[in-house]
């Protein structure tokens, strides 16, 4: 079992760190700082570590990028030291909000977070995945009718394989990881966070993912 720690203690965070805790890993869940790492009285599993951001980076084995896109460039690229010879997973989206709160444009057009996190930590192998669909399903591809599909991009094919294997511990089948190569194939997953507003306004906040339908 590896020993992972979660940059995020939002939905997005709690979420995956129950269902990896549950799956026997070892997790840590970082806040923004000491004062805001207690253990909340709701959320995810008994026996989750919590701590600040850089201790969280730097006691793991893997770190999972579930902070908010927009400030996860300058937030992670503080880390550099700690996120070292690591297995960085990015599932954030970075974007800017429209009006209504809900994601209105990309905050790096002609390129990707992936890339532009992979480019500021060049020691850290960065894996991006799991930000096409809504946080729940994240843990419960079984949930929608549809199986949904889970990409991956990333330069480093060891890194690749060890998050496909995580994959596996949330739920998810091999036929539905779609490996879409080197990081640059990133800025095409992050760009279907257009899609998704659309779909809210319409539908309200239920499970969805933007997937390959064979």
């Not at 940059?7 to 995956?16: E, F, I, M, S």
């Not at 959320?43 to 201790?55: K, L, M, N, S, V």
Request: proline share 7%; glycine share 10%.
């Amino acid at each position: 079992m590896s020993t992972i720690g979660i940059l995020g203690a939002g939905r997005v965070g709690t979420n995956l760190a129950g269902k990896l805790s549950a799956a026997g890993h070892h997790v840590t869940l970082g806040g923004r700082s000491p004062e805001g790492t207690a253990a909340p009285t709701t959320g995810p599993a008994p026996g989750i570590a919590f701590a600040d951001q850089r201790t969280t980076a730097r006691t793991a084995d893997i770190v999972i990028n579930a902070t908010p896109g927009d400030t996860s460039l300058e937030r992670l690229a503080d880390l550099r030291t700690e996120l070292s010879g690591k297995i960085l997973i990015d599932v954030s989206n970075a974007t800017r909000d429209a009006a209504d709160g809900l994601p209105g444009d990309l905050c790096h057009p002609g390129s990707s977070l992936a890339e532009k996190l992979q480019a500021a930590l060049p020691d850290t192998r960065v894996v991006k995945t799991l930000n096409t669909m809504l946080f729940m399903v994240m843990t419960a591809p079984e949930s929608l009718a549809t199986p949904p599909t889970a990409y991956l991009s990333g330069d480093d094919e060891h890194a690749k394989k060890t998050v496909s294997g995580l994959l596996g511990d949330l739920g998810w089948q091999p036929e539905r990881i779609e490996d879409l190569g080197d990081i640059t194939t990133a800025r095409a997953t992050e760009a279907m966070i257009l899609v998704v507003p659309h779909i809210l306004r319409r539908h309200g906040f239920k499970p969805f993912a933007v997937s390959i339908a064979r």
